[in-house]
């Protein structure tokens, strides 16, 4: 009976530090302050998004990030501010990126570095079949 408690309570203990790992990767640990009716995306690959005006549709469509490979690596772990595109926006970037079918560019994300405005990606958005 004992092992069975330790091996329990290595169970217990392996679960709360995966999640806690798990947190740390996502950069929850890290997210500033958001704006009302803002959501964060957060991916395996690193961006981290914090994504303004648009509604979280994160159960009926996935997010796929579309970022530039000429960031900073000091600001690869950076939370950035996203926000809807413009008409003209979503023109030249749909024209540059070209999209695949399905796919709908949602929001423009930009880094502000003491004054210096860094794009640091794309959230394009598929739906969820």
Do not use: H
């Not at 749909?94 to 640091?120: Q, Y």
């Amino acid at each position: 009976m004992k092992w069975v408690g330790r091996i329990f309570l290595l169970a217990v203990v392996g679960f709360f530090g995966y999640v806690a790992y798990d947190e740390y990767r996502a950069g929850t640990l890290t997210r500033p302050e958001m704006p009302e009716g803002a959501f964060s995306l957060s991916f395996r690959d690193g961006p981290r998004y914090i994504v303004e005006g648009i509604p979280d549709e994160q159960f009926e469509r996935n997010y796929i990030a579309r970022y530039p490979k000429d960031i900073p690596p000091w600001f690869s772990d950076s939370w950035s501010f996203c926000k809807p595109p413009t008409d003209d926006e979503a023109k030249t970037i749909n024209d540059a990126v070209n999209p695949g079918p399905g796919m709908r560019l949602d929001a423009v994300c930009e880094l502000n570095a003491d004054g210096t405005i860094i794009p640091t990606g794309y959230v394009y958005s598929v739906p969820n079949l």
